[in-house]
Protein backbone atom coordinates (compact mmCIF):
# COMPACT_ATOMS: atom_id res chain seq x y z
CA UNK A 1 0.00 0.00 0.00
CA UNK A 2 0.96 3.67 -0.44
CA UNK A 3 -0.40 6.52 0.83
CA UNK A 4 0.08 9.89 -1.17
CA UNK A 5 -0.29 13.67 1.29
CA UNK A 6 -0.61 16.73 -0.91
CA UNK A 7 2.85 17.68 0.54
CA UNK A 8 6.09 16.60 1.99
CA UNK A 9 5.89 15.03 5.21
CA UNK A 10 9.55 15.08 6.13
CA UNK A 11 9.08 19.27 5.84
CA UNK A 12 5.75 19.53 7.20
CA UNK A 13 5.54 22.53 4.89
CA UNK A 14 2.31 22.33 3.37
CA UNK A 15 3.30 25.37 1.09
CA UNK A 16 5.07 22.99 -0.91
CA UNK A 17 2.11 20.81 -2.87
CA UNK A 18 2.26 18.01 -4.05
CA UNK A 19 -0.27 16.39 -6.68
CA UNK A 20 -1.87 13.28 -5.40
CA UNK A 21 -3.49 13.14 -9.02
CA UNK A 22 0.11 11.24 -9.44
CA UNK A 23 -1.12 8.73 -6.93
CA UNK A 24 -4.17 8.30 -8.57
CA UNK A 25 -2.89 8.14 -12.59
CA UNK A 26 -0.19 5.71 -10.80
CA UNK A 27 -3.13 3.16 -10.67
CA UNK A 28 -4.33 3.82 -14.18
CA UNK A 29 -1.21 3.10 -15.79
CA UNK A 30 -0.42 -0.07 -13.21
CA UNK A 31 -4.05 -0.90 -14.70
CA UNK A 32 -3.35 -0.26 -18.42
CA UNK A 33 0.24 -1.87 -18.31
CA UNK A 34 -1.03 -4.73 -16.58
CA UNK A 35 -3.53 -5.41 -19.15
CA UNK A 36 -0.69 -4.83 -21.86
CA UNK A 37 1.89 -7.29 -20.50
CA UNK A 38 0.53 -9.78 -18.25
CA UNK A 39 2.73 -10.78 -14.97
CA UNK A 40 5.29 -7.84 -15.30
CA UNK A 41 3.17 -5.12 -12.86
CA UNK A 42 1.56 -6.28 -9.56
CA UNK A 43 -2.16 -5.76 -9.87
CA UNK A 44 -3.14 -2.64 -8.54
CA UNK A 45 -6.45 -3.25 -6.10
CA UNK A 46 -7.84 0.42 -5.55
CA UNK A 47 -7.18 4.04 -5.33
CA UNK A 48 -9.06 5.86 -2.63
CA UNK A 49 -9.22 9.35 -1.78
CA UNK A 50 -9.17 9.82 2.12
CA UNK A 51 -10.07 13.32 1.84
CA UNK A 52 -7.96 16.30 2.56
CA UNK A 53 -6.55 15.46 -1.02
CA UNK A 54 -5.02 12.29 0.45
CA UNK A 55 -4.90 9.12 -1.46
CA UNK A 56 -4.27 5.49 -1.00
CA UNK A 57 -2.95 2.88 -3.52
CA UNK A 58 -3.31 -0.74 -3.08
CA UNK A 59 -2.09 -3.11 -5.31
CA UNK A 60 -0.66 -6.94 -5.15
CA UNK A 61 2.72 -7.31 -3.49
CA UNK A 62 5.55 -7.90 -6.24
CA UNK A 63 6.90 -10.74 -6.92
CA UNK A 64 10.14 -9.20 -8.11
CA UNK A 65 12.93 -10.37 -6.00
CA UNK A 66 14.74 -7.47 -6.00
CA UNK A 67 13.23 -4.28 -6.78
CA UNK A 68 14.56 -2.90 -9.73
CA UNK A 69 15.47 0.43 -8.23
CA UNK A 70 17.67 -0.99 -5.95
CA UNK A 71 19.65 -3.23 -8.40
CA UNK A 72 20.42 -0.03 -10.28
CA UNK A 73 21.66 1.51 -6.61
CA UNK A 74 23.76 -1.55 -6.16
CA UNK A 75 25.00 -1.79 -10.23
CA UNK A 76 23.74 -5.15 -10.49
CA UNK A 77 20.58 -5.63 -12.80
CA UNK A 78 19.23 -8.96 -13.09
CA UNK A 79 20.03 -10.39 -16.91
CA UNK A 80 16.00 -11.12 -17.29
CA UNK A 81 14.86 -7.83 -16.99
CA UNK A 82 16.88 -5.97 -19.95
CA UNK A 83 14.57 -8.00 -22.47
CA UNK A 84 11.07 -7.49 -20.60
CA UNK A 85 11.99 -3.54 -20.28
CA UNK A 86 12.94 -3.61 -24.28
CA UNK A 87 9.53 -5.39 -24.89
CA UNK A 88 7.91 -2.92 -22.57
CA UNK A 89 9.26 0.55 -24.33
CA UNK A 90 8.88 -0.76 -27.72
CA UNK A 91 5.07 -1.22 -27.30
CA UNK A 92 4.74 1.65 -25.41
CA UNK A 93 6.20 3.96 -28.00
CA UNK A 94 4.03 2.63 -30.62
CA UNK A 95 0.56 2.45 -28.43
CA UNK A 96 -1.48 5.88 -28.88
CA UNK A 97 -1.99 7.67 -25.54
CA UNK A 98 -3.54 11.12 -24.15
CA UNK A 99 -0.70 14.15 -24.88
CA UNK A 100 -2.41 15.82 -21.42
CA UNK A 101 -2.00 12.65 -19.33
CA UNK A 102 -0.44 13.54 -16.29
Not at 23 to 51: H, I, R, S, W
Not at 80 to 87: A, Q, S, V
Request: proline share 7%; charged share 25%; glycine share 6%.
Amino acid sequence: AKISFPYALWTGDKNKYYDTNRTANEFKMMEDLGQLFPGYVPKPYLCLDLGDDCKLLVSEWSKAEKPFANQMIDGIIDARIPPKLGEVFAKLHLMDFDLNFN
